[in-house]
């Protein structure tokens, strides 16, 4: 509380509403930006909270308009400068989150929190099939990721297996609190009455740990046995045309019921997620899986690569070999007439009140 000095005979009292400073400034695409919106949805409730988020250009704050809520964007070229921006307007008693993964390479004044959701960051998983420049920039950022997390008080992630990885890997070394806290925000999400149950989706992008081409290989499998159920793939061509090239080869030799539907917005994921039947998750490696968290509030049913980053969320329908085309099939095959089962996620909402709670 700041006292405000009028005349001699009278003090007014005002009171400072407490400040969330959050550093966005790279994000604008793919899970972090799911992310990023939930939490802005969540943000307008707490008028009592002033909310200064350092955006990318590219992404489109005009849903998030609030009076409690300001947006600075920051070209890529000033994303260094952040730091001191958030210096210059924060006290000891704010809290600072940095959305982007990676934690502050100095020590700020007030409380930071970093949220991770790259396992990349924290994993030794290969890079093989990555391209130079993104292996290149992964491992760049498990440097500095390594290097400043001693400047970040509390590291949230979404999954066991994430907070799992951080306690191998930083155990010998000084380290924030970890808190397990998965969210997602359930308001824009419908159930699903189909009876048809043979529609399934991936939601996914095309990097090689997201074993598309095994799963297409499961497709044809599945259509030499004269089963051809519907398959929705959110993939495009921009990073790995060798590998898109091979699937829609795939799927008109073979004549495969499959739909490529790229660069959809969020209206339109939800809307082919809404058509779908069945979530289908081959990928070897996640930080999170989100998709998995939307088909549960869409009480769409999942099967999935038995690995500890699915388990940490739900008990699918059906589990599978990842590695192994004729696993996925079989489990399809298996899935047909079962049930999904649920698991508990706290809302965007919730999530805030958490941070607000943090000692």
């Known amino acids: 509380m700041k006292i405000i000095k009028g005349n001699r005979k009278q003090k007014v009292k005002k009171i400072e509403l407490m400040k969330v400073v959050i550093n966005a400034s790279n994000i604008h695409i793919g899970g972090g930006k799911t992310i990023l919106v939930d939490f802005l949805a969540a943000a307008?409730?707490?008028?009592?909270?002033?909310?200064?988020?350092?955006?990318?250009?590219?992404?489109?704050?005009?849903?998030?308009?609030?009076?409690?809520?300001?947006?600075?964007?920051?070209?890529?070229?000033?994303?260094?400068?952040?730091?001191?921006?958030?210096?210059?307007?924060?006290?000891?008693?704010?809290?600072?989150?940095?959305?982007?993964?990676?934690?502050?390479?100095?020590?700020?004044?007030?409380?930071?929190?970093?949220?991770?959701s790259n396992r990349f960051l924290v994993d030794s998983f290969p890079l093989t099939g990555l391209t130079l420049k993104t292996k290149i920039r992964i491992l760049i950022e498990r440097f500095l990721f390594k290097r400043g997390i001693k400047n970040v008080d509390y590291l949230i992630v979404q999954s066991q297996s994430m907070a799992d990885c951080i306690d191998k890997i930083h155990k010998h070394s000084e380290e924030p609190i970890v808190k397990v806290w998965p969210y997602k925000n359930i308001d824009e999400v419908k159930s699903n009455?189909?009876?048809?149950?043979?529609?399934?989706?991936?939601?996914?992008?095309?990097?090689?740990?997201?074993?598309?081409?095994?799963?297409?290989?499961?497709?044809?499998?599945?259509?030499?046995?004269?089963?051809?159920?519907?398959?929705?793939?959110?993939?495009?061509?921009?990073?790995?045309?060798?590998?898109?090239?091979?699937?829609?080869?795939?799927?008109?030799?073979h004549n495969l019921n499959i739909s490529i539907k790229p660069r959809l917005s969020r209206d339109e994921l939800m809307f082919y997620f809404s058509q779908s039947d069945c979530l289908i998750y081959p990928s070897f490696f996640e930080s999170y899986g989100l998709p998995i968290v939307e088909a549960m509030q869409m009480n769409i049913p999942i099967i999935a690569s038995e690995l500890d980053f699915v388990r940490d969320l739900v008990d699918p329908e059906e589990t599978f070999d990842p590695k192994s085309s004729k696993s996925i099939s079989r489990a399809v095959i298996r899935f047909l007439g079962h049930q999904n089962k649920?698991?508990?996620?706290?809302?965007?909402?919730?999530?805030?009140?958490?941070l607000l709670i943090l000692d």
Do not use: M
């Open 193 to 253: 009455n189909s009876k048809d149950k043979s529609r399934f989706i991936y939601v996914a992008s095309l990097e090689p740990y997201k074993n598309h081409l095994t799963l297409i290989d499961a497709w044809v499998l599945l259509k030499d046995l004269d089963i051809n159920p519907k398959l929705y793939l959110t993939i495009d061509n921009d990073n790995f045309p060798n590998d898109y090239d091979y699937i829609e080869q795939k799927i008109k030799f």
């Open 342 to 354: 649920k698991t508990e996620v706290i809302s965007g909402k919730s999530f805030i009140e958490k």
């Open 44 to 116: 307008k409730q707490f008028l009592d909270i002033n909310f200064h988020i350092y955006i990318d250009p590219r992404f489109d704050e005009s849903d998030f308009a609030a009076s409690n809520i300001l947006f600075e964007k920051i070209p890529i070229s000033k994303r260094g400068l952040v730091f001191d921006k958030i210096e210059k307007i924060t006290c000891k008693d704010d809290i600072i989150i940095y959305f982007g993964n990676l934690p502050p390479q100095s020590r700020h004044n007030s409380k930071v929190i970093l949220l991770q």
